[in-house]
């Protein structure tokens, strides 16, 4: 197996017409799992180990978030760090599906799981952080029921992030209720997030 820094070496960046970062080439150990806006993640293959290698003008955050992980180690509401370099995080592979993909499939979230976040929250808070770009795509719910929250890159910014603060609120007086339905399809939630992102959208009652 190759070290990590050679892993994270091999992987080979490029733009789309949009301007995205794409995946173009990487060692044959590893397979894409997720691409970020600042970062892409691959499984090490025949581990149970991620690689998040940063795309060029965000390597910076690498460092940012290796600190943060190493603040809030020891605790089972997060991966485990196991090394990081310039550009590059190694940490554990949790077994689960995102938020997003339960909205997408059908699989029920439950008030369990959105207290679970709150916790993890709370926590975050009481260690001197604040609990930044929580959004559907970094919880995950393992096969136990448990959530753990995957990116923890801007839990050091100040300004007030209201993302969860509206996902709990839409859970309790949207989704929970009866008839609304339990699986969504995935543009329709795409189309809701870029709503939100430029501010069309906003959380009544908050």
């Known amino acids: 197996m ?10 080979v960046f490029s733009k ?3 301007g995205m970062y794409i995946v173009k080439s990487f060692a044959p150990e590893l397979k894409v799992i997720g691409i970020g806006r600042s970062a ?11 690689i998040k290698v940063f795309f060029p003008e965000y390597t910076h955050i690498a460092k940012e978030e290796a600190e943060i992980y190493q603040l ?19 940490v554990d592979y949790i077994e689960g599906k995102t938020l997003f993909s339960c909205l997408t ?6 008030s369990d799981q959105i207290k679970g976040v709150d916790e993890v929250i709370s926590y975050v808070k009481k260690k001197g952080l604040n609990p930044s770009d929580i959004h559907l ?10 959530v753990k929250v995957i990116d923890l890159a801007r839990f050091r910014e100040t300004k007030d992030c209201r993302q ?14 009866p008839l609304f339905p339990k699986r969504l399809p995935e543009f329709f939630l795409n189309f809701i997030s870029s709503l939100y992102k430029k ?8």
């Open 2 to 11: 190759k070290a990590a820094q050679d892993l994270a070496g091999s992987i």
């Open 16 to 18: 789309d017409k949009r």
């Open 40 to 50: 892409a993640a691959f499984r090490i293959r025949e581990t149970d180990k991620v």
């Open 72 to 90: 809030l180690e020891g605790k089972s509401y997060f991966p485990c760090l196991y090394e990081w370099g310039d550009n590059y995080l190694v």
């Open 105 to 110: 499939e059908g699989v029920l979230v439950t």
């Open 137 to 146: 795509n970094n919880i995950l719910v393992t096969p136990k029921g448990e």
């Open 164 to 177: 969860w603060s509206d996902l709990r609120y839409a859970f309790y007086h949207y989704y929970s209720r």
């Open 199 to 206: 501010n069309i959208l906003r959380v009544k009652g908050l």
